[in-house]
């Protein structure tokens, strides 16, 4: 059945295709209903895929509300073609310069579609000398989907299709979805087939829908399972390197050895393995040569970012909600140290806070040695025009050094919680969020940290600032001990949320130490207030990927150890007996690798010329070892 009203013509098609999805509809509706964005700028096309429940009936039955609300309407129903060809069948009907495609077990939130939409009519009205975006996607809750993203960019590897706005032109340049995919993988490979004809992808955090995908976290569902892991070996077999293809199916008969995920699961994928003998042939022949590389990483398709399953709370539980309705939402100050010639690097650091999804911020600049030049003060009277960050507060300072520099910048702060990030360090979008909403829920913890990349990074040239990131590695995944803390320091500097009332009692960074100044802030910080771990990547820092420079740095950070070391034996501090006997197992349980002091085979690594390259993935295979055995 057709219904069309004639109204000036949308921006928007907004393309359904529904299958036993009765108990979600109504919800669905009504969120899309509450959007910023009024409904009759949208043309809405619906296909239900041979329902057996009463989706369609609802749908008939609500279609002259429907009609009513949207600038046109297609409501038809057929026989169960699968996701892809549904989706593929409404494109046919559009005639929009967006084509939106989402599920309807999901609710947005109330300005989720206008930030997407603005978000891709500013990159498409702009020249991108990298090539044009076709695709941009909502960041979902409670769990946020676990692949990485680039903090600055957005740009991601491929788009999940559970929320996400095409350019029409460009998803019909490359026809669609592919019809041999029925369910699961064929919005990967949607999107490896729009970066090999030369689109990017874009990741909107800020564009926030709610999706119940999971009813627990880690849960194991069938038809996923089965659906992902037959698609994963038919991507690799059009996308994937050689030997890439046959880890594939290697993988894959591997699946019938481990223990069962689900009842029936063995001979479920027998079925899995007759239709990869069919379909495998046809995905090979259909390879071609690309300047893009597909990645592959076991079940993955991109680098996963750690905390997959780190759940946000909703409006009810959400310490930042419940905050702002009690107007008690803190101020969080981000502080910013920079140095003349570091233009670009600063330039992406300031992106990323104003990438941020929590809103009150206040942003505080200082440039040591920038008094004169004031080389930053482009950058601030920018991000001040765009209206994007609430407070900015610029200090150009004569030559002072890091601390002094760090000092400034705390004593120049006005918010009750504080965040370093240098310049040549990265915030995800959410990182303030997660951390704001950990120190809501106990606001007596002194500081709050998260996981963070260590990435090593390839620099093509400093100004312009032009980079290539070799590697991501979580090199420390520690729950907050003093003992370990007093050892080493185990959380880089952007990763920490902290009150600012420890500096106001306690004093800043120790002007005497050019390095590791931050471990001893840490170290003064955490004598009489308690830390705590959030499990979530929401920061990186770089190192440098030369052997050279990464062995210049690692000699430089073990001269000031010991330094550091003196400094924090001045210090002192009361401890209960369980207290001192948990330190010691902690400190005992991390001191070695299969029994080998990790201080001995770091100097040993560094030490070898011939080792030296292995450094980096021994510390990775530590940090594994370390995991394994707790």
Wanted: hydrophobic share 40%; net charge neutral.
């Amino acid at each position: 059945m057709q219904e069309t009203n004639h109204r000036p013509a949308p921006q928007i098609t907004l393309s359904i295709v529904t299958y036993n999805s009765e108990k979600w509809l109504a919800a669905f509706f009504q969120s899309l209903f509450q959007q910023n964005l009024p409904c009759d700028q949208i043309a809405l096309c619906v296909l239900d895929n041979g329902s057996t429940d009463n989706s369609f009936a609802w749908l008939s039955k609500q279609q002259a509300v429907l009609s009513q609300k949207f600038a046109s309407l297609s409501l038809n129903q057929g026989q169960n073609i699968g996701f892809g060809l549904g989706h593929n069948f409404n494109l046919a009907l559009t005639t929009t310069p967006y084509f939106w495609v989402t599920n309807v077990d999901l609710e947005f939130e109330p300005d989720s579609l206008t930030t997407l939409l603005a978000t891709a009519q500013q990159d498409s009205s702009q020249a991108l000398s990298n090539g044009s975006i076709a695709a941009w996607e909502c960041r979902q809750k409670p769990y946020e989907h676990p692949k990485d993203y680039h903090p600055v960019t957005g740009e991601t590897a491929w788009c999940s299709s559970a929320c996400v706005l095409f350019k029409t032109d460009a998803i019909q340049a490359v026809k669609g979805y592919d019809p041999l995919l029925f369910l699961y993988g064929e919005d990967v490979e949607l999107s490896y087939r729009l970066r090999r004809h030369g689109y990017k992808l874009k990741y909107v955090p800020k564009a926030t829908v709610w999706h119940y995908t999971y009813e627990e976290a880690a849960q194991v569902k069938p038809q996923q399972f089965l659906g992902s892991t037959l698609a994963n070996v038919l991507l690799r077999c059009r996308y994937g390197r050689r030997h890439e293809v046959i880890q594939g199916f290697i993988m894959f008969m591997a699946l019938f050895a481990m223990k069962p995920q689900f009842p029936g699961m063995r001979t479920k994928l027998l079925g899995q393995l007759w239709k990869l003998i069919q379909l495998a042939p046809r995905f090979l022949s259909s390879r071609q040569k690309s300047q893009e590389t597909f990645p592959f990483r076991m079940w993955d398709y991109a680098m996963a970012r750690e905390g997959a399953f780190y759940e946000y709370p909703n409006a009810q539980n959400s310490a930042i909600v419940q905050a702002e309705k009690n107007n008690t939402l803190p101020w969080v100050s981000v502080l910013v140290r920079t140095m003349p010639g570091r233009s670009g690097k600063l330039k992406e650091a300031l992106a990323s806070v104003a990438h941020q999804t929590y809103a009150r911020i206040e942003l505080v600049v200082v440039e040591d040695g920038g008094q004169d030049v004031q080389s930053a003060k482009p950058h601030i009277d920018a991000l001040q025009k765009s209206g994007v960050i609430q407070k900015i507060v610029y200090r150009p300072l004569a030559k002072v050094g890091r601390c002094e520099a760090g000092n400034q910048a705390l004593a120049a702060a006005t918010g009750q919680l504080c965040c370093f990030l240098d310049d040549d360090d990265l915030f995800y979008a959410d990182h303030l969020e997660v951390l704001v909403n950990a120190w809501l829920h106990n606001s007596q913890l002194g500081a709050v940290y998260s996981l963070a990349y260590e990435v090593r990074t390839e620099v093509i040239s400093e100004e312009p600032w032009v980079y290539k990131d070799i590697s991501h590695n979580l090199i420390h995944r520690q729950p907050f001990n003093r003992g370990v803390l007093w050892h080493h320091n185990y959380f880089p500097i952007q990763a920490v949320l902290f009150q600012r009332q420890l500096f106001l009692d306690h004093g800043g960074f120790d002007t005497s130490l050019d390095n590791l100044e931050d471990w001893n802030l840490w170290v003064r910080y955490s004598l009489k207030h308690d830390f705590e771990w959030v499990p979530k990547v929401t920061s990186l820092y770089r190192v440098p990927n030369d052997v050279n420079k990464a062995l210049q740095r690692q000699s430089v950070l073990n001269d000031y150890y010991d330094k550091a070391q003196a400094k924090h034996a001045e210090l002192r501090v009361e401890l209960s007996p369980p207290e001192i006997i948990q330190i010691a197992q902690e400190l005992a349980r991390q001191s070695s690798l299969a029994g080998v002091p990790t201080s001995l085979l770091k100097r040993i690594v560094l030490g070898t010329p011939g080792l030296r390259n292995l450094y980096h993935p021994l510390k990775r295979v530590a940090s594994i070892w370390r995991r394994m055995r707790s």
